[in-house]
């Protein structure tokens, strides 16, 4: 968490701990297969039904695990394409503009018999080593996820996190009024506010829908909201005070984009996921969860959300420029791109305004990756997302388990992220990145423990 794990030192950290556990998840799953393997083996010598044989089925949809690893592989694949000393006759045919630039740059006569498609190998792969980390733990994700031990570990998890969202919401508050009420200092542990933001709306979706999951396990009277109001929990009580901190840093930290993306990401998920068979009061908890925070934002004050809201800001004309040069780079780089984490090198290049300083990025996730990998490797990126989003991602409505509240939270965070990360820097960052990663994880298994269930009912 420390800076959004920016700094190499704690990229790196996090990087040997997933692959570690991805490796001792590996080891334990050869280890479980041997045992059953020879125990089905003894059983069926002996003509006896083994009762564990259920373990045996694979935990997870194995089409899911299939296209999921496919497209991921073929991604990771482009990307290694990109760092490959490739002949200079093949680059200029795939890659025109790079290879115009390779024998711009060269030292002296230097021919050059051999290049790469990446226009800076190095930042190339650093950013495959972050990819390859996140597939290995989406991949362990779809597999743990199904496993019956998986469901109290995932609710401390979430708890964890949400933990953490109003621990750094707070921290952030502090800042900022301790900062005489300017809204840049609402940053917490994080580099920047929009990082931070960036979190906060991936969070409160999530508890929302845990809060939600949390209510429909307990047994209420249905009777008068009064009296359900008095049956409340601690443990509620305290989970809804967090969300509602959670939303006023939003809020204070004046980000228009940002409580924007929330509301348009809490609308979409109350359209797609609303029942009206079941009488389902979402809408209405909903509102009045927002409806606490904003009115104690106005008690503190929210000033600075209101003065961005109605003033003229440079920002929208210099984030428009840069959407236009990086437009640009897309051109000259159509099929591969410049290479993955290649932006901030070669942006000066195409820059065409006056800026103090480095544009490390371009104000939209999306534009920039298409830039750097292509419409190639952006493609297949949108139609994983779209695979899992249509085939996986809607069945959770389906669903009438708690467990769905919290697959409708999850979904409702990663659509919110990616609709911040339009105008932002967001999935970049690895703390958000690796949040990003868990939420897809608690979005699909729902819908694959419930199948898992129903195939064992039907057995049974």
Not at 383 to 397: A, H, P, S, T
């Amino acid at each position: 968490m420390a800076m959004g794990t920016v700094e190499l030192w704690a990229l790196s950290i996090v990087e040997l701990v997933i692959l570690l556990m991805v490796t001792l998840w590996v080891l334990r799953s050869s280890v479980l297969k041997g045992a059953l393997f020879s125990k089905t083996s003894h059983s069926s010598r002996g003509g006896q039904d083994t009762p564990d044989s259920g373990l045996v089925q694979k935990s997870v949809d194995s089409s899911l695990f299939k296209t999921v690893l496919i497209l991921l592989a073929l991604f990771l694949c482009l990307i290694l394409f990109q760092m490959v000393q490739l002949p200079s006759g093949l680059i200029e045919l795939l890659s025109p503009k790079a290879h115009e630039l390779r024998y711009q740059l060269r030292v002296g006569n230097d021919p050059m018999e051999f290049m790469p498609l990446s226009l800076f190998p190095l930042g190339t792969k650093i950013e495959f080593f972050k990819w390859i980390t996140l597939s290995g733990f989406f991949l362990f994700l779809l597999h743990w996820r199904c496993s019956d031990e998986s469901h109290r570990t995932t609710r401390q998890l979430i708890v964890v996190i949400l933990l953490l969202g109003f621990l750094e919401s707070f921290y952030g508050m502090f800042l900022v009024f301790r900062g005489s009420g300017d809204a840049t200092f609402f940053t917490g542990t994080f580099a920047s506010r929009n990082h931070l933001v960036g979190y906060l709306l991936m969070t409160i979706p999530l508890g929302i829908g845990f809060l939600f999951s949390v209510e429909t396990s307990q047994t209420r009277p249905a009777s008068h909201w009064l009296h359900r109001l008095s049956f409340l929990d601690g443990k509620t009580l305290l989970l809804g005070f967090s969300i509602i901190v959670m939303i006023l840093g939003l809020i204070v930290s004046g980000s228009r984009a940002g409580t924007l993306s929330l509301l348009l990401s809490l609308s979409l998920s109350l359209v797609l996921f609303y029942d009206f068979r079941k009488e389902e009061r979402l809408f209405r908890k909903s509102v009045v969860i927002l409806g606490l925070a904003v009115l104690w934002a106005g008690w503190v004050g929210t000033s600075a959300l209101v003065t961005r809201f109605f003033a003229t800001s440079e920002d929208i004309k210099l984030r428009w420029v840069i959407w236009e040069n990086t437009i640009q780079i897309l051109k000259d780089f159509p099929l591969f791109g410049s290479g993955l984490g290649t932006f901030a090198q070669i942006f000066p290049m195409y820059r065409t305004f006056h800026f103090r300083g480095l544009v490390t990025h371009a104000e939209n996730d999306f534009l920039q990756l298409a830039s750097e990998v292509g419409l190639v490797g952006f493609g297949l990126l949108a139609i994983l997302f779209l695979f899992l989003f249509f085939k996986r991602g809607l069945r959770i409505r389906s669903e009438t388990s708690p467990q769905r509240y919290i697959g409708t939270g999850a979904l409702t965070g990663i659509l919110a992220l990616m609709f911040y990360s339009l105008v932002e820097k967001n999935l970049q960052i690895p703390a958000n990145a690796l949040l990003y990663t868990l939420l897809w994880g608690l979005t699909i298994t729902p819908s694959l423990q419930m199948r898992r269930r129903q195939s064992d009912f039907m057995k049974k």
